[in-house]
């Protein structure tokens, strides 16, 4: 009964919305560097990035109900597994697999731990944050020269300055400029999102779907919670490492700054002002608030994360469901739904009253 309630209730919403997303996404990988300059360019392509990590935050918190207060540390990861790749390798592929191979290895071992433990929603929240602040501290504590991992210094509190950037698969020669950056990180966001919207559509989707409804009933129907959460653990694992090398490639630079506080929080604040349970929501929820702080960075009145914890607050007290959600109920309310038929309905309210 769950699942066909869910299989109605994503049938209902269409199939046009997604393809407006992608053909929008399309446009845009291909209209911006048409429209803009270099530094416009690098701009747009952190926010993909941190669009891509806002996406992971959003699939395992909204659909997963899983709160990961330390996703940062998986974007970190990432990053560092990247730098160190690309520091070791002719070609930077083999890096980029280690930025998202390395990050789901590690979400794998500890959700196995979170999950199989039975530890409460509370406490997973408790200890990812715990992870990331052990991964800020222990990369910060690696300056000097003992501290590297072949070709490559961890360099401390200082990071991994001179990481060489993405190249063509197969040629390590073929070195990506910044409109090959811009094209592989819009890709890679429109990807991601295609996979997590083809995921959730899937009946892996469904059952992971259904677990943070109701676990107990999912459990009863035969299917085991902390398998599906931990696999959905990994995944979101493995596209924060990927959202992590492309952040590492923006800026040809990496630090323990990525394990921060900072990083943890402002993941949070992008899928909740975007919308939880959705996935365009955190996308725009990103490059909104990403904005808003680089306009704050320029202006010497407000303080930026003073600004940012004000959005916060009043989105939790205005608009608790978010951006998307709120918009979506306006339409529902010009557009009614067309009702379903007598004789779809009534099995479904038989089947609900057993």
Known sequence: MIFRKLKRADSAGGIWGPVAVVVAGLVLLVGAPMVTGTFGLLQLTVLAALAIFALAQGFIWGFGGILCFGQSAFLGLGGYAYAVGA??????????????????????????????????????????LTVSIILFDLFNSTSGDIYHIGQAPLGGFNGIPSVPPLNIPGNPDAQLDTNGLWYAAMGALILCYILLKWILASRFGRVVVAIRENETRAQLLGYDPRLFKLLTFIIGAGISGLAGCLYTNWGAFISPTVFSLTMSAQVIIYVLVGGLGTLIGPILGAVGIQYLINVAGGQHVIDPN?????VLVAFVLLVPQGVVPVIRAGFRRLIPAKQPSTTLAQPVSQEASR
């Open 87 to 128: 520091l070791n390798m002719t070609d930077t592929t083999g890096a980029v697999a280690l930025a998202i191979i390395v990050p789901m290895l590690f979400a794998a071992l500890l959700g196995y731990f979170m999950f199989y433990g039975r530890i409460s929603d509370a406490y997973i929240g408790v200890i990812t």
């Open 306 to 310: 003073l600004l940012l914890g004000i």
